[in-house]
């Protein structure tokens, strides 16, 4: 007599009762696991800041100048350049932010009569200066000389880089560099025009500096 028993008469093999089904131990390890996870998340920061103390505030100061004939006292982060100043704390969107590293001149402004490139110039190195942005170049309605050639001449396309052109071309004037167009080329070479207007633009300086 055979003592073989078939297959669908061996009973299936039985769990201890303490011991975890796979499926329930999968459950709990991923959810023990998205817990510990999800802690560290949020304890880590919060553990983090308690060991080291909150962060420093970058350091400010307090300058007080003068742009456009308004006196201006702010407190500034010691990083703000002059162009964010006047862009972002002063409300003078007229200066405009090219290159942001002095090559374009398309930021450029007069500080103390001198032009400068105001994305390198730092707002907290100027205190007690008098600064001259686009906004504050025309006397109420009645433009500058030199932005009323630039009208005539036709000596802007897109109008990006004027501003900067406009100052800069000011502070050549004022410096006595325009003798020639060549003089005028070059005391105007770092101030940029993408579309191209060159010629336009040194006969627009020619004509105020000439009375043209």
């Known amino acids: 007599m055979s003592t073989e028993l078939t297959e669908s ?21 991923t959810a023990v696991g998205g817990a510990v996870v999800a802690g560290g998340l949020m304890t880590g ?10 962060a420093e505030a970058p350091p400010s100061n307090r300058v007080s100048l003068t742009v456009n004939g308004k006196r201006h006292a702010i407190t500034v982060d010691n990083r703000t350049s002059l162009l964010d100043l006047l862009r972002e704390h002063l409300d003078l969107p007229g200066s405009k932010k090219g290159c942001n590293a002095g090559a374009c ?4 402004v007069l ?26 170049l025309a006397d109420g309605d009645e433009l500058h000389p030199l932005q009323q050639a630039f009208i005539e001449q036709d000596a802007f396309q897109c109008g990006y880089c004027t501003p900067g052109q406009v100052l800069s071309g000011v502070g050549c004037i004022e410096e006595g560099h325009t003798g020639s167009a060549d003089e005028i080329r070059e005391w105007m070479s770092g101030n940029i025009c993408r579309c191209g207007c060159y010629v336009k633009i040194v006969r627009a300086v020619e004509q105020t500096a000439h009375g043209k």
Do not use: K
């Not at 001149?105 to 450029?108: F, I, K, M, R």
């Open 9 to 29: 008469a061996v009973p299936p093999p039985t769990e201890h009762p303490s011991a975890p089904s796979r499926r329930t131990f999968i459950a709990t390890t």
């Open 111 to 136: 500080v103390d009569g001198r032009r400068v490139n105001s994305c390198l110039t730092l707002a907290v190195r100027l205190e007690g200066a008098e600064v001259t942005t686009i906004e504050g």
């Open 105 to 108: 001149g398309a930021c450029t």
């Open 45 to 54: 920061p919060a553990a983090l800041a308690a060991e080291t103390g909150a």
